[in-house]
């Protein structure tokens, strides 16, 4: 049986746990939050009281942390506890430059190393569906394919190590410039004194068509499944995307690359954030727009 390790079991590392454990899988777990391990634990998972404990003799250790500081703390732990040729899986969203340093330090410890960000959210992890974004060599991609398919609805190879991030900030960048877009379209038009549900009737089926318009659509009706019909409960949080946004300015600024959208868009969510609404679905931006929230 396959024994994987798995730290950080809080929103998405819990459920992600529980997609293995019905695969078959033995899962040895870890998180600082006694909470988190007795809830792991009634799943089925066997829990721990160290991250070296929990990596001891696992094939394969997957990590779901909050930030890159604590993914640096924790890996400087896993290799010295790590079982040789053990394959090491990180689906934290972190930058770019702090992926490629732990996955540089993992090979340098003789483990082979993949990024693995995630799309899709809590939805996605409880049903499995979640869209993995993988960066690393050839032999650990295949290697991490076999282990994250219970989870998985799409796994992408992106290149090397770090490019799973980037895609996961390059993706996130575009998502919250089009909800933005989306946001200041209904705006706009509710101004003109457009119906909400007509204007979705003309942009979801014209040339404004995108995922923050039809999946997610931030007026209330278009979309019964939508934030937008729950009082913008998350969802995606606004201070995840906040986060998601620093990690891509960060690295637009380290590479020279021009994105302007995005730097508004980050300042647009960091005012939402500011303003006491960083709880709020990140689509609450179109009552944000007009200072009702
Ligand atoms: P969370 O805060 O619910 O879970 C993180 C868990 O890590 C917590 O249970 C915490 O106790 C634990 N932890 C912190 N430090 C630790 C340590 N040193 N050792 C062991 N455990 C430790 O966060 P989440 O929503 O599950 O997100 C996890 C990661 O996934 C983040 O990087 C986030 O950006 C990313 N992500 C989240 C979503 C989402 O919708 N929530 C979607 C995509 C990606």
Redesign the pocket.
């Known amino acids: 049986m396959t024994k994987i390790a798995f730290?950080?079991?809080?929103?998405?590392?819990l459920p992600m746990s529980k997609n293995l454990l019905a695969a078959g899988m033995e899962v040895r777990g870890?998180?600082?939050?006694a909470e988190?391990l007795k809830s792991f634990s009634a799943a089925g998972g066997t829990g721990f009281s160290s991250?070296a404990e929990a990596v001891l003799g696992a094939d394969a250790i997957i990590t779901?942390?909050?930030?890159a500081a604590?993914v640096g703390?924790?890996y400087a732990d896993v290799f010295k506890a790590a079982k040789p040729g053990a394959l090491l899986i990180d689906?934290?969203?972190?930058d770019v430059a702090t992926a490629r340093s732990v996955a540089c330090k993992a090979e340098e410890h003789g483990f082979e190393m993949v990024d693995a960000?995630?799309?899709?959210?809590?939805g996605g992890a409880e049903a499995g569906t979640l869209a993995f974004m993988v960066g690393g060599s050839d032999t650990a991609f295949k290697r991490a394919e076999t282990i994250l398919k219970p989870m998985a609805g799409k796994i992408v190879h992106c290149g090397q190590a770090g490019n799973g991030q980037a895609a996961k900030a390059c993706n996130n960048m575009l998502l919250a410039i089009s909800m933005i877009g989306v946001s200041e379209a209904f705006n706009l038009g509710r101004s003109l004194g457009l119906d909400d549900q007509t204007f979705f009737d003309v942009a979801s089926n014209a040339s404004g068509q995108c995922w923050s318009m039809t999946s997610y659509c931030p007026a209330p009706g278009p979309v019964p499944t939508a934030p937008s019909n729950n009082d913008y409960k998350?969802g995606?949080?606004t201070a995840?995307m906040l986060?998601?946004l620093g990690i891509a300015m960060d690295a637009a600024q380290s590479t020279g690359a021009n994105t302007p959208l995005g730097a508004m868009s980050r300042e647009i969510y960091a005012q939402m954030d500011k303003d006491g609404n960083g709880g709020v679905d990140f689509s609450g931006v179109i009552k944000h727009l007009t200072g009702e929230l």
């Open positions: 730290i950080g079991l809080g929103h998405m590392g870890f998180d600082l939050s988190a991250v779901m942390l909050p930030n604590i703390a924790v689906s934290s969203t972190i960000p995630v799309s899709g959210g809590v998350p995606f949080a995840l986060k998601d």
